[in-house]
């Protein structure tokens, strides 16, 4: 399937209208710097228009393009050939830009050209392929309606390197250009120095005639590394600029007289020059998208390895959190109390703070759980520490499930008194659940607790302190339950 992409819009009125005018000026640009004074094209650029604006808005409202594109090529062929021959090869070129087309979308490449497998089908369909298929219509045409006696398969083969090279050179150009770089362009000093070289390069080789300069021979061939520096530097936008510039720069020379390829026969030139315009652009342009496709894979390796490291700290913390929280009623377990109780342990020890423990336990729950249902039985266990976390609001304060049906608060409060109306009010919010309980003397789900409060220095121990607690929740328990008992000081020295 061809892949889309967010910038397919339709063509607008704006387009439509700058379109001929566009072909049209690449006609005359292409008879005033690529056609010999002995008419022959070396390459021929306007049919590239027409398939970068297929390509551009994958086919959408291709009629009134063709059509555009048709009338605008007559209009430009008029003064070169008679009426009926210009309509006849207008109507090859627009022949040749469908047919590479249709091809481009049966073989499912991309039309943006930005990968190498892209370029190589473009490569096929158009100046392989489309150029050849309008190379043998445009000789048959130029023998039988024009009257040339050139023979066929010379005519054949010069409409169709000129027709395929201006198809390489035109189109990735125009694609590149139509589309916002996705890269900013940054200059290094190595960078300029390199296009000052090919700069002055590019000036000795233009102000070369006979491809030579006082004896050193100085031919466009010498532009060919600087290809790759600017492909390899500055991506397939800029290089395609720089493969056009130098393409219509040597083909203007041919026409000016200047044999950039020495003293040759005008064919030979041609042919040297398609040679060079296609080695160039398969150096340029061929090495520009193998590296931005490289890149851009790249790219989404790095997008990839960040997205599956952002899923893996996502499960790792997920992990953790399971492995510190109770899987019944959501709160923390016995281990995560274990790690919060020791640290709470050493903070109140160096600030030499109170620190309390509650212990809870829910009345009868065997009986509970006998009565009524296991399921009933863990429905009310996550009632209960619904209602615990919901009463226990200072943000220094920890409520856990300790075991079974116990659970465990562990708290900040500096005064015994404070901690025994924390404890209060957690035994009366489970009471005011009105769970029922029919084998409970209160008739509804109740919890005894133990609370221990302690202001720990270095000869006490956490096991002292949790032994206190559960002591004075046993205690309450013993006592009639749903109450709450403190522990005794002694225990804990």
Same mark, same amino acid.
């Given at each position: 399937?061809?892949?889309?992409?967010?910038?397919?819009?339709?063509?607008?009125?704006?387009?439509?209208?700058?379109?001929?005018?566009?072909?049209?000026?690449?006609?005359?640009?292409?008879?005033?710097?690529?056609?010999?004074?002995?008419?022959?094209?070396?390459?021929?650029?306007?049919?590239?228009?027409?398939?970068?604006?297929?390509?551009?808005?994958?086919?959408?409202?291709?009629?009134?393009?063709?059509?555009?594109?048709?009338?605008?090529?007559?209009?430009?062929?008029?003064?070169? !050939?008679?009426?009926?021959?210009?309509?006849?090869?207008?109507?090859?070129?627009?022949?040749?830009?469908?047919?590479?087309?249709?091809?481009?979308?049966?073989?499912?490449?991309?039309?943006?050209?930005?990968?190498?497998?892209?370029?190589?089908?473009?490569?096929?369909? &158009?100046?392989?392929?489309? #150029?050849?298929?309008?190379?043998?219509?445009?000789?048959?045409?130029?023998?039988?309606?024009?009257?040339?006696?050139?023979?066929?398969?010379?005519?054949?083969?010069?409409?169709?390197? $000129?027709?395929?090279?201006?198809?390489?050179?035109?189109?990735?150009?125009?694609?590149? !250009? /139509?589309?916002?770089?996705?890269?900013?362009?940054?200059?290094?000093?190595?960078?300029?120095?390199?296009?000052?070289?090919?700069?002055?390069?590019?000036? #000795?080789?233009?102000?070369?005639?006979?491809?030579?300069?006082?004896?050193?021979?100085?031919?466009?061939?010498?532009?060919?590394?600087?290809?790759?520096?600017?492909?390899?530097? !500055? $991506?397939?936008?800029?290089?395609?600029?720089?493969?056009?510039?130098?393409?219509? *720069?040597?083909?203007?020379?041919? /026409?000016?007289?200047?044999?950039?390829?020495?003293?040759?026969?005008?064919?030979?030139?041609?042919?040297?020059?398609?040679? !060079?315009?296609?080695?160039?652009?398969?150096? $340029?342009?061929?090495?520009?998208?193998?590296?931005?496709?490289?890149?851009?894979?790249?790219? +989404?390796?790095?997008?990839?390895?960040?997205?599956?490291?952002?899923?893996?700290?996502?499960?790792?913390?997920?992990?953790?959190?399971?492995?510190? /929280?109770?899987?019944?009623?959501?709160? #923390?377990? %016995?281990?995560?109390?274990?790690?919060?109780?020791?640290?709470?342990?050493?903070?109140?020890?160096?600030?030499?703070?109170?620190?309390?423990? #509650?212990?809870?336990?829910?009345?009868?729950?065997?009986?509970?759980?006998?009565?009524?249902?296991?399921?009933? &039985?863990? +429905?009310?266990?996550?009632?209960?520490?619904?209602?615990?976390?919901?009463?226990?609001?200072?943000? &220094?304060?920890?409520?856990?499930?300790?075991?079974?049906?116990?659970?465990?608060?562990?708290?900040?409060?500096?005064?015994?008194?404070?901690?025994?109306?924390?404890?209060?009010?957690?035994?009366? *919010?489970?009471?005011?659940?009105?769970?029922?309980?029919?084998?409970?003397?209160?008739?509804?789900? /109740?919890?005894?607790?133990?609370?221990?409060?302690?202001?720990?220095?270095?000869?006490?121990?956490?096991?002292?302190?949790?032994?206190?607690?559960?002591?004075?929740?046993?205690?309450?328990?013993?006592?009639? %339950?749903? %109450?709450?008992?403190?522990?005794?000081?002694?225990?804990?020295?």
């Amino acid at each position: 399937m061809i892949q889309r992409d967010q910038f397919w819009e339709r063509p607008n009125w704006l387009f439509c209208m700058l379109l001929p005018l566009f072909h049209f000026a690449s006609v005359k640009l292409t008879f005033f710097c690529a056609v010999t004074p002995e008419n022959v094209v070396v390459v021929w650029l306007p049919n590239a228009v027409l398939l970068a604006a297929l390509l551009r808005f994958r086919g959408q409202r291709a009629p009134l393009l063709a059509a555009l594109t048709f009338s605008s090529d007559v209009l430009a062929n008029l003064p070169v !050939f008679p009426w009926y021959e210009a309509i006849l090869l207008s109507v090859v070129n627009l022949l040749e830009v469908v047919f590479t087309y249709q091809l481009m979308r049966r073989s499912g490449a991309s039309f943006r050209l930005q990968r190498l497998q892209d370029l190589i089908k473009f490569i096929l369909s &158009g100046p392989v392929a489309g #150029a050849l298929l309008a190379g043998l219509m445009a000789a048959f045409v130029l023998q039988k309606a024009g009257g040339v006696t050139t023979s066929y398969f010379t005519l054949a083969r010069l409409w169709w390197f $000129g027709d395929g090279l201006g198809l390489l050179i035109y189109t990735p150009l125009l694609l590149a !250009f /139509t589309h916002p770089s996705q890269q900013p362009l940054k200059l290094t000093r190595l960078d300029d120095l390199a296009l000052a070289l090919t700069l002055i390069l590019a000036t #000795a080789v233009l102000s070369a005639h006979g491809g030579e300069i006082d004896g050193v021979s100085v031919t466009p061939t010498l532009l060919m590394p600087a290809a790759a520096v600017i492909a390899f530097r !500055f $991506g397939p936008r800029l290089t395609t600029l720089f493969v056009a510039l130098v393409s219509l *720069s040597t083909a203007m020379m041919m /026409t000016t007289g200047l044999k950039p390829f020495g003293d040759v026969p005008i064919h030979l030139e041609t042919v040297r020059a398609q040679e !060079f315009i296609l080695t160039l652009c398969m150096v $340029g342009i061929g090495f520009a998208v193998l590296l931005n496709e490289l890149q851009t894979r790249e790219r +989404e390796l790095e997008n990839r390895v960040r997205e599956r490291t952002r899923e893996l700290e996502v499960s790792n913390r997920a992990l953790a959190t399971m492995s510190i /929280t109770d899987s019944l009623t959501g709160i #923390a377990n %016995r281990r995560r109390f274990d790690e919060i109780l020791a640290a709470e342990w050493s903070r109140a020890r160096r600030g030499k703070q109170a620190l309390t423990l #509650a212990m809870l336990d829910v009345d009868l729950f065997k009986q509970y759980n006998d009565n009524y249902g296991h399921q009933a &039985g863990d +429905e009310a266990l996550c009632r209960v520490a619904e209602a615990l976390t919901a009463h226990i609001r200072r943000s &220094g304060d920890f409520v856990a499930r300790y075991g079974g049906e116990e659970f465990a608060i562990i708290s900040q409060s500096n005064a015994e008194d404070q901690s025994l109306e924390m404890a209060s009010m957690v035994c009366r *919010s489970v009471e005011d659940l009105a769970l029922p309980h029919e084998t409970s003397p209160f008739d509804v789900l /109740t919890v005894s607790v133990g609370v221990a409060v302690i202001t720990p220095d270095e000869g006490d121990a956490i096991a002292s302190f949790l032994k206190a607690a559960d002591t004075a929740l046993y205690r309450a328990k013993q006592l009639g %339950r749903n %109450r709450v008992e403190q522990a005794d000081v002694g225990m804990m020295i």
